[in-house]
């Protein structure tokens, strides 16, 4: 990998990091406002990130809810991405896969950089869940 490669690669990372911060604390801002965006939903989790630390040392905790519905007779699984973070994110890390949860959160979308190869990267959307609250069954 050439020298201006790698400075590049460097600057996409600094980039992601500064980003998961200011998404976080644009989050914040707009929990403490009326809440209009709102989602409620139960789930088993299906799949579980390890968790992680920001730079600033925010934990936060990614993993997918199976949401399984039964519409005209035919079973329809949703398979939603969610994202917590803080004490949300401890708990969360606490489950285990299959395990059932109730949150509620937000809806968001985030820009992110996918790396194809060594030389290529790709900008991609997100939709995600950002938990607020985990509801106690």
């Known amino acids: 990998r050439s020298p201006a490669m790698g400075k590049q690669l460097e ?8 980003g998961e911060i200011e998404k976080q604390k644009k989050i914040e801002e707009e929990i403490e406002e009326e809440i209009i965006n709102s989602v409620d939903i139960d789930g088993n989790i299906c799949k579980k ?9 925010k934990e936060h905790c990614h993993f997918i809810l199976a949401n399984n519905i039964i519409s005209n ?3 329809i699984n949703s398979y939603i991405p969610v994202v917590s973070f803080g004490k949300e994110a401890l708990i969360i890390n606490n489950m285990g896969v299959g ?10 979308s985030r820009e992110y950089i996918k790396r194809i190869d060594e030389n290529e990267v790709e900008f991609r959307v997100a939709h995600e869940i950002i938990v607020t609250s985990i509801i106690e069954n």
């Open 11 to 18: 600057q996409i990372e600094k980039e992601e990091d500064l």
């Open 49 to 57: 990130d390890v968790l992680r630390v920001t730079k600033s040392g």
């Open 73 to 75: 007779g035919y079973k």
């Open 99 to 108: 395990d059932f949860i109730h949150i509620k959160g937000q809806l968001h």
